[in-house]
């Protein structure tokens, strides 16, 4: 069974500071992982998705990176500001045999302080 | 506009009382999900589908039930037997082909309270 975990649980940061998210994962047979964000009582947002076959995406200010082997993900924010603050959740999916089912970490609370 | 709705956003249930969640889309997406998210915690799958007239237990489905009569809908019924049902709940689809398969999109949830 898949299970996501996430470092640190929290962030607290100045603004302009270039930062980084971890997530692990135990089952490295994963065609893709997906970077999410959420604001406070709403739904998630998808930031990035990286293929297996990738082993960085970017998106703007956002850089996501895969290591399939070692089961670690990150996700790189540069230059943060005040408006990224909010929860990054990663999610595995189970396996290549467990279809399109997502496991989730329980993400970071990112707090960037201007 | 193409995208997630689900409601309502708010819903209070009674003790014993069935309330059903309602998830639609209309971006065409074979599969779709059901999330129960906790205080400071992830998302724990609760029920998927990935096909019209199909549909699979997720991690916690005890207490819950589901149907998947329409590709565009996916409702929810919380029922009397899960006993503790305060939580946040987000409902999700994913295109399963071609090159952009498997990301989830999401609405932006129904919250549910216990009276």
């Known amino acids: 069974k898949q299970e996501v975990t996430q470092i640190p649980a929290a962030l607290s940061v100045p603004e302009g500071e270039n930062l980084v998210l971890n997530c692990s994962f135990t089952?490295?047979?994963?065609?893709?992982l997906q970077w999410f964000r959420q604001d406070p009582g709403k739904g998630l947002t998808s930031l990035l998705l990286?293929?297996?076959?990738?082993r960085e995406q970017t998106s703007g200010r956002l850089n996501a990176s895969l290591d399939k082997s070692s089961g670690r993900s990150t996700l790189y924010i540069a230059a943060s500001q005040p408006g990224d603050s909010a929860t990054y959740l990663c999610?595995?999916?189970?396996?290549?045999?467990?279809?399109?089912?997502?496991?989730f970490g329980e993400g970071t609370q990112l707090t960037v302080n201007p | 506009d193409g995208g997630i709705t689900q409601s309502p956003k708010y819903l209070f249930r009674k003790e014993g009382q069935n309330v059903t969640l309602s998830c639609e889309q209309n971006?065409?997406?074979?599969?779709m999900y059901w999330y129960r998210q906790d205080p400071g915690q992830g998302l724990r799958l609760i029920y998927y589908?990935?096909?019209?007239?199909?549909?699979q237990k997720g991690d916690i489905a005890e207490g819950y039930s589901v149907s998947r009569e329409k590709k565009e809908s996916f409702p929810l019924t919380v029922t009397s037997a899960q006993k503790n049902p305060t939580a946040f709940y987000l409902c999700?689809?994913?295109?399963?082909?071609?090159?952009?398969?498997?990301?989830?999109?999401f609405g932006a949830g129904t919250r549910l309270s216990v009276l």
């Open positions: 999700a689809s994913s295109n399963n082909r071609g090159r952009v398969k498997n990301i989830q999109y």
């Open positions: 089952d490295s047979a994963i065609y893709n």
């Open positions: 990286i293929q297996s076959s990738q």
């Open positions: 999610a595995a999916p189970g396996g290549e045999t467990s279809g399109s089912r997502l496991t």
């Open positions: 971006l065409n997406h074979d599969a």
């Open positions: 589908s990935q096909i019209v007239n199909d549909f």
